[in-house]
């Protein structure tokens, strides 16, 4: 049953929704958007009629939803389908997330939503509130996260089924050089980043600085930090459907996969996160480069935590082709000061700037699951004050601990963190436990796939 503090809180975000259509008249369609373990939007497209009554009483979706794989089927080894009846729970908005989705049209409308039990209690499954556990955890330590996401991706046209990087949207020219920070890769797509910038406007997405990155089709864009880390991940989330809709729109496909060109880099998803005080002051900050003895602590617990975090920041059986030395994508626990050759970065900056950068995740990562892993690791460290020894000065695919490596291989990674104790403490045990079947069964039925690779290696010569 809900609670008289919940419900008053219906009635309020129910306001949020008529002011929203008040000032929106012409809106008529309206996707509720839900993001599961595997990092993939669902929902339901609604009609402007039925959605106060999800603002005030909730909606119903199938619990099965949580544990679907990234091909949106059933995992039924986690118990939560046949065995469950396959039951409803509620989804209900996210506070804050009804926007425009202009590049669906005029007359579209969307909101996220995190799933809740019958009686009003937050599903320990959803990944939005197991990261809003690991920061109330921080809470309880006096530190509120402010953090950032930098999400690398792809611009690509589709031929034969298949990705090569996008054709210039001015001359028509498609580069096959890297032309990192390249200023004319820009403009020659000028129009896809126009209605780009003019989507998150149009969402509130703190969209920042952009550039071309370390091969041909490949960008990269900061959203601005915010001292709200449920919402900076909600703008990731919404950030990474509105790059995929724009693209669309313009006849692209936009991918966040983590390798999809074996000889050209891959993406990642950079997290940058300090630490305010009670007094909102960052308690990172100082004038030592390598920042206070509670970012050491941080980066300490970041470090003990890698191997066993590697199946959230690692999701996917592509993820692992993007791991390689000399490739600005990390391959060991090593850390350092304005170092892009270490997976955990104190970036360059003022005193009062003082952060650090991860820099393992791939851009196919969950943002809530891999901001929840991150934040747990550096609640970890500071808790138990780990010292994550000295800092790499230059090669980090070199330096001492560098051949300590990460698990390189996705069953590694998914033993790895099924069997993790304090990941079962700081994400919850039924969640390690799901994710964990969830991506055993994805890795399974992937692997007993026969791809064209098979036939060319083994047909012949086996």
């Known amino acids: 049953m809900m609670t008289p503090a919940q419900s008053s809180n219906r009635r309020a975000l129910a306001q949020e929704a008529e002011d929203f259509f008040r000032a929106n008249p012409d809106i008529d369609a309206i996707d509720i958007i839900f993001t599961n373990m595997c990092g993939v939007p669902r929902g339901k497209r609604l009609r402007k009629h039925e959605v106060i009554a999800v603002y005030e009483s909730g909606r119903f979706l199938p619990g099965s939803v949580l544990?679907?794989?990234?091909?949106?089927?059933?995992?039924?080894?986690?118990?939560?389908?046949?065995?469950?009846?396959?039951?409803?729970?509620?989804?209900?908005?996210?506070?804050?997330?009804?926007?425009?989705?202009?590049?669906?049209?005029?007359?579209?409308?969307?909101?996220?939503?995190?799933?809740?039990?019958?009686?009003?209690?937050?599903?320990?499954?959803?990944?939005?509130?197991?990261?809003?556990?690991?920061?109330?955890?921080?809470?309880?330590?006096?530190?509120?996260?402010?953090?950032?996401?930098e999400l690398e991706f792809y611009l690509c046209d589709l031929e034969g089924g298949r990705p090569v990087p996008a054709r210039g949207m001015v001359t028509g020219h498609r580069s096959n050089d890297i032309q990192v920070y390249g200023l004319r890769e820009m403009e020659d797509l000028q129009p896809f980043f126009d209605d780009l910038y003019e989507a998150c406007d149009a969402q509130g997405l703190p969209l920042e600085s952009g550039i071309s990155e370390y091969a041909p089709g490949q960008f990269e864009f900061t959203l601005r930090h915010k001292a709200d880390a449920l919402r900076a991940t909600d703008d990731a989330i919404m950030y990474k459907r509105l790059v995929k809709g724009v693209a669309v729109a313009h006849g692209l496909?936009?991918?966040?996969?983590?390798?999809?060109?074996?000889?050209?880099?891959?993406?990642?998803?950079?997290?940058?996160?300090?630490?305010?005080?009670?007094?909102g002051k960052n308690?990172?900050?100082?004038?030592?480069?390598?920042?206070?003895?509670?970012?050491?602590?941080?980066?300490?617990?970041?470090k003990a935590l890698l191997a066993e975090s590697m199946a959230i920041f690692a999701p996917n059986a592509n993820s692992f082709r993007r791991f390689k030395a000399n490739s600005y994508a990390p391959v060991a626990a090593t850390w350092g000061v304005n170092n892009r050759t270490v997976s955990l970065r104190i970036p360059a900056g003022s005193p009062a700037s003082r952060h650090v950068e991860h820099r393992i995740c791939g851009a196919d990562a969950n943002p809530y699951l891999a901001?929840?892993?991150?934040?747990?690791?550096?609640?970890?460290?500071?808790?138990?004050?780990?010292?994550?020894?000295?800092?790499?000065?230059?090669?980090?695919y070199e330096a001492e601990g560098a051949d300590i490596r990460l698990p390189n291989h996705w069953a590694a990674a998914i033993e790895a963190f099924e069997t993790s104790e304090l990941m079962k403490q700081y994400l919850g045990e039924r969640f390690v436990k799901h994710y964990s079947t969830v991506k055993g069964v994805e890795m399974a039925r992937f692997m007993a796939e026969v791809t064209e690779l098979d036939y060319s290696w083994y047909l012949r010569n086996a």
């Not at 669906?104 to 197991?130: C, I, K, W």
């Not at 496909?253 to 007094?279: C, Q, V």
């Not at 900050?285 to 941080?298: K, M, Q």
């Not at 929840?372 to 460290?381: C, E, I, S, T």
């Open 67 to 149: 544990v679907v794989d990234i091909t949106g089927r059933d995992c039924e080894e986690t118990g939560l389908v046949w065995e469950d009846g396959d039951a409803d729970r509620y989804v209900y908005p996210v506070p804050g997330t009804l926007v425009r989705a202009p590049w669906l049209g005029e007359h579209y409308a969307q909101f996220l939503t995190s799933f809740y039990e019958l009686d009003g209690t937050p599903n320990d499954l959803d990944p939005r509130h197991v990261l809003g556990k690991v920061i109330d955890g921080l809470a309880d330590e006096g530190l509120t996260p402010v953090v950032a996401v």
């Open 253 to 279: 496909e936009a991918t966040f996969m983590a390798k999809p060109f074996a000889e050209s880099a891959g993406s990642g998803m950079h997290l940058h996160i300090s630490m305010n005080d009670t007094d």
């Open 283 to 302: 308690a990172f900050a100082s004038d030592n480069p390598e920042g206070t003895p509670l970012l050491r602590h941080a980066i300490g617990g970041m």
């Open 371 to 396: 901001m929840a892993a991150v934040l747990a690791a550096q609640l970890h460290g500071i808790k138990h004050q780990i010292d994550p020894g000295p800092a790499v000065v230059g090669n980090g």
